[in-house]
């Protein structure tokens, strides 16, 4: 044996002994290993949720209601991924001594486990790590932001699925079994205190009583124009100050009627008033007073189909979401407007004047500002 190869050997023999703390125990990784799945569980099906309503297939129609529906899956997502921060540091640093094993690779079945770990861990780490750069709007990769985020989820959930199969005799043993070891106990209320209090200075962005503790949300729900925030001013649009007079609104397609409206008729048309949430994919919502001319209305008067699908369009020229489709549960709800107006006044040009798209139980990117078009078909 070469004299690099036998020191190696002795470092692998030796590493197992300078792991001595009795928090590196399957009891303890087991406990944190079944928080975990939980928590990704939660993550993986209301990531599912809110990609489907942006991004629906053709088959499928989601309701209107409940209103709160997006706005309490989307805070859970968001919230429940920041609590889970100090929960994943913790289980790594429970388990990181398996890394050492030595040998790294006994047979072809262990080097595919270990290869299930190894996506489990980089793509937990992957997904935590972009989602908070998400929320902060900060971008510092080349590839988009959906698609990676989405398809590395099922990445994660599968290698989580395997790794929980392979570990289950371990997880049966200890998971539910009462931790005696005072130290363990401590080590377990400390990770989830964390977990708490990491929701706790997020959740303000959502849950209004909580709103002055949010201090590593993105958003507090208080400040933007009309005292509701914005995520796309105008003027990140390139939407130049609308003159009321020269605004029209068409609605166009598979009508028996085009229209084509003014302002000013559209602000003498019949108007009502709702409350609904404006619900943020990066999780903090408001709950607003809305006021304006149902859309069902406007389709029913240009002679539009009751299965019709709508595309509204915005003056925005360019950027992902200047359309979003609207299908008939969500144009048919009576909640479902053109907004004139927020909280009593005439909408800031920053949340969409002269008219937006407000509708219940949609993301906030899917309630396209700056109106200019509704097109049926």
């Known amino acids: 044996m070469s004299t690099r190869l036998r020191q190696v050997t002795d470092l692998g023999r030796s590493l197992p002994g300078r792991f001595t703390s009795r928090l590196h125990s399957e009891k303890v990784a087991a406990k944190l290993g079944m928080w975990l ?131 289950w005799a371990k997880v049966r043993r200890h998971a539910f079994a009462r931790v005696e070891d005072p130290d363990r106990r401590r080590f377990l209320a400390t990770v989830a205190a964390a977990c708490g209090v990491a929701a706790l200075v997020t959740a303000g962005e959502t849950v209004t009583p909580l709103k002055r503790l949010a201090v590593l949300a993105p958003r507090n729900p208080d400040i933007g ?43 003498r048309m019949p108007q009502h008033t709702v409350r609904l949430p404006i619900a943020c994919v990066e999780g903090w919502s408001v709950e607003c007073e809305w006021t304006g001319v149902r859309l069902r209305d406007l389709i029913e008067a240009a002679g539009g189909a009751p299965e019709a699908v709508l ?42 004047y002269p008219a937006r798209l407000i509708a219940p139980n949609r993301p906030g990117v899917m309630q396209t500002k700056w109106v200019g078009t509704v097109r049926v078909t």
């Open 37 to 167: 799945g939980v928590s990704f569980t939660v993550a993986f099906a209301t990531g599912l949720f809110s990609h489907y309503v942006q991004h629906p297939p053709a088959w499928l129609l989601w309701p209107s209601r409940p209103v709160n529906l997006y706005r309490v899956t989307q805070g859970l997502h968001v919230i429940g991924g920041i609590a889970t921060v100090p929960l994943l540091l913790a289980k790594l640093w429970t388990v990181y001594p398996k890394l050492w094993q030595w040998p790294p690779l006994r047979s072809a079945g262990h080097a595919a486990e270990r290869l299930s770990v190894l996506l489990l861990v980089a793509g937990a780490l992957f997904q935590l790590v972009t989602g908070l750069m998400n929320i902060a709007y900060t971008y510092l990769w080349p590839f988009g932001f959906i698609q990676a985020h989405y398809w590395t989820a099922f990445i994660v959930y599968g290698a989580l699925i395997i790794h929980v199969v392979n570990e």
């Open 311 to 352: 595309t509204v369009e915005s003056l925005e020229r360019t950027g992902y979401y200047r359309t979003s489709e609207v299908r008939a549960p969500h144009w048919q709800d009576p909640l479902t407007l053109l907004a004139l107006k927020l909280n009593g006044r005439p909408l800031d040009p920053d949340h969409g």
């Open 225 to 267: 124009p009309q005292d509701v925030p914005v995520n796309r001013s105008a003027a990140a649009a390139g939407v130049t100050q609308v003159d009321p007079a020269a605004y029209r609104l068409v609605v166009t397609g598979a009508v028996r009627t085009e229209l084509t409206i003014g302002y000013d008729e559209l602000a």
